[in-house]
């Protein structure tokens, strides 16, 4: 095993005291490397050369000096002298001539150099200290030398004390360690060795009553105490546990015996489970089915919540509001159904007051299509909350069916007026015309009898006749005969109203006979009424798709030719610096009707003028201009006779659009053309 990973394994005590005694050898050794280098420093730098210079200051002094050059043994005299002194290791004395006279030696053996000009290059490889004195000679003018060498090296007194230092400061720091060792095993070890001890306790006999003993306030302490509160929970959780493994028995017992109960229950509870199963499915059936009963209905249906949020959305609603389901659920129904927000003060009295509210008629324009729609607020009440539904009704229809049946109650009691009134006045009728006839045959000279019976009385009748061209009297009978041809033909035309007679249908060609019905009104002209087809563009757009339609061509062309003369005046009465006059003349395939229309760009009709169109007798002309028939004749011819649909649209300064619709029957599906009963 690794030294590294021993010392992590070694328990928290020792590794503490492993610590503290490498931190204290590593004090000692550093305190005795120290203490030798600075002893050797202060050798080296100062004791050796200071000795040197004391001793050659001694030898300087003439009295000690001036022997030692006269001979050798005089020399060594005076290196016995220089014996004493301990840091001197070796001395030599050199004559004038720097000749070897005597030399010292201390300790290890030095080999000298022989001759004094030599102890320059003998320096170089000694690591010692040297001095060279001069030593003057008073019986002769020359000099000699003295070479000292002295050594760094401590005595052995020193280093004994050193030795002796050490081992007292090792032997302290031994019995510091015991010390510290004794403190850290009571302070730290033990109180460890405990807790471990009290836990391993606690682990073998799961007994959570046990405690720490009170320890010192530190971080031992500390454990010691938060080991004590998390027994004390434990026990705590403990104690809970065993009440709840009691309450956990009886409730099992308990619950044992509501087990059986629970089987039939839950016998029973299949069976209802079954039978919900079914009843959801039928009732998912049902919903569906209402949904859609609700989506195949022609009204659109809207249902609202108390706040007025949308609920329920048919197929209707989306298609007349333009906002599909998913989009107006949960949503505003002034901003799923921009329309109804003018009707929100009504939706939310619905709400409140339960009560009913109806809008008869409102009027909203789509594709620049104007429709008509009758618009029913009923309350919503109930378990699923209160609220309000709408309905709204495409009404356009019928509104054109009742302004058509009160067009066709009118022109039936006008027919029945008429049929009388046709009856007095063509019997006064034909006698004025007739003597207007005979009065212009008793005038004329081309009648035997008439010039004889002149003669008979004395009277010329040329000059009868003179007299009454002169008096214009000619003139007033032709007047008489218009007038009443023109009553005779009022009166034919009230009696068409009454009369029922067979008519045989006939393939007709719609474009020829229209064609031929504009060629008729541009040779009739009448400037005097301000009918004129000389100036208008005819434009005609024919469905190619259309085929030849069942009707009566004279009838037909009669009813055109009504349409395009009402048109030509209306042009002529704009006022002046209009866009050209045109007449647009279209017709279309829209089954089961083949549809006509004549369109023109006049002076149009305000709405109380245009109800009133084909009643008999309406007219907004001039007296004298018109009679009023002309309309209500072309619609009992469509309306009756071809049992069809005639209307108008218009507005004022904008033109009129009549559209005629003609039953189809079979003929542009391949049928042989039926015979219709008029």
């Not at 004090?27 to 730098?45: D, G, H, K, P």
Request: net charge negative.
């Amino acid at each position: 095993m690794p030294l590294r990973q021993r010392l992590e394994n070694l328990p928290v005590g020792q590794k503490l005291l492993a610590a503290l005694l490498v931190l204290l050898a590593t004090v000692l050794l550093v305190a005795n490397l120290t203490f030798i280098s600075a002893a050797y420093w202060i050798s080296q730098e100062s004791m050796a050369p200071q000795a040197l210079q004391t001793i050659g200051r001694l030898l300087n002094n003439p009295s000690l000096t001036q022997q030692a050059l006269q001979s050798p043994s005089k020399a060594q005299a005076l290196l016995e002298e220089l014996h004493s002194y301990a840091p001197l290791r070796a001395a030599a004395v050199y004559d004038a001539k720097g000749e070897l006279l005597a030399q010292l030696q201390h300790g290890d053996r030095l080999k000298l150099p022989n001759h004094f000009e030599r102890i320059d290059n003998w320096r170089e490889n000694e690591y010692r200290s040297t001095q060279v004195v001069v030593l003057h000679d008073p019986h002769d003018s020359g000099t000699g030398h003295l070479l000292l060498v002295a050594s760094s090296e401590l005595p052995g007194a020193f280093y004994t004390g050193t030795l002796t230092a050490s081992l007292g400061i090792l032997v302290f720091s031994v019995l510091l360690w015991l010390v510290v060792a004794r403190q850290i095993k009571r302070l730290i070890t033990q109180p460890i060795y405990q807790l471990e001890e009290l836990s391993r306790q606690v682990t073998r006999e799961e007994n959570y009553s046990l405690r720490a003993g009170p320890g010192n306030h530190d971080e031992i302490g500390s454990l010691a105490e938060a080991f004590n509160t998390m027994l004390s929970r434990i026990e705590a959780r403990e104690q809970q546990l065993k009440r709840a493994r009691d309450d956990s028995d009886a409730a099992y017992a308990q619950a044992q015996g509501l087990a059986e109960e629970t089987r039939h229950t839950n016998r029973k509870l299949e069976l209802e489970v079954q039978v919900r199963s079914k009843i959801e499915k039928k009732l998912t059936g049902f919903q569906n089915y209402l949904n859609s009963i609700i989506d195949s209905m022609p009204s659109a249906l809207i249902a609202l919540d108390e706040q007025l949020y949308v609920t329920q959305w048919n197929q209707e609603a989306s298609a007349l509001s333009g906002t599909p389901l998913d989009e107006a659920l949960n949503q505003p129904i002034f901003l799923a159904f921009a329309p109804l927000k003018p009707f929100l003060p009504q939706l939310k009295s619905t709400v409140e007051q339960h009560t009913v509210a109806k809008i008869e008629r409102v009027t909203w324009v789509k594709d620049d299509t104007a429709s008509h729609y009758a618009l029913t607020f009923y309350p919503l009440m109930g378990g699923a909350g209160r609220g309000v539904v709408i309905r709204i009704d495409d009404i356009t229809q019928r509104l054109s069916l009742e302004e058509m049946m009160v067009q066709s109650e009118k022109m039936l009691s006008v027919g029945g007026l008429a049929a009388g009134m046709a009856h007095e006045i063509n019997n006064p009728l034909g006698a004025i015309l007739h003597n207007v006839q005979n009065i212009r045959r008793r005038l004329s000279a081309d009648l035997p009898k008439n010039v004889d019976y002149a003669a008979e009385v004395g009277i010329d009748l040329q000059t009868v006749n003179r007299y009454l061209s002169g008096r214009e009297i000619p003139q007033l009978l032709e007047g008489i005969q218009h007038a009443g041809g023109r009553a005779a033909k009022i009166v034919t035309h009230m009696l068409s109203f009454s009369r029922r007679s067979k008519r045989e249908m006939a393939p007709c060609d719609l474009p020829a006979l229209i064609d031929q019905a504009v060629e008729i009104a541009g040779n009739d002209f009448d400037l005097a009424i301000g009918f004129d087809f000389k100036g208008q563009a005819i434009v005609r757009q024919f469905d190619p798709a259309l085929g030849p339609v069942p009707g009566t061509a004279n009838e037909l062309e009669q009813v055109l030719l009504n349409l395009l003369k009402n048109a030509a005046q209306a042009i002529h009465q704009r006022p002046e610096g209009s866009e050209p006059g045109r007449i647009t003349l279209r017709t279309r395939l829209n089954p089961p009707w083949a549809e006509i229309q004549v369109e023109d760009n006049g002076i149009g009709m305000s709405e109380n003028v245009r109800k009133r169109t084909f009643e008999p007798f309406f007219t907004t002309k001039e007296i004298g201009q018109g009679t009023g028939l002309g309309l209500s004749v072309s619609y009992f011819i469509i309306t009756n006779n071809h049992k069809g649909q005639m209307e108008v649209q218009s507005a004022v300064g904008q033109g009129t659009c009549f559209t005629l619709r003609l039953p189809l029957v079979g003929a542009v599906a391949g049928y042989p053309v039926t015979h219709l009963e008029t």
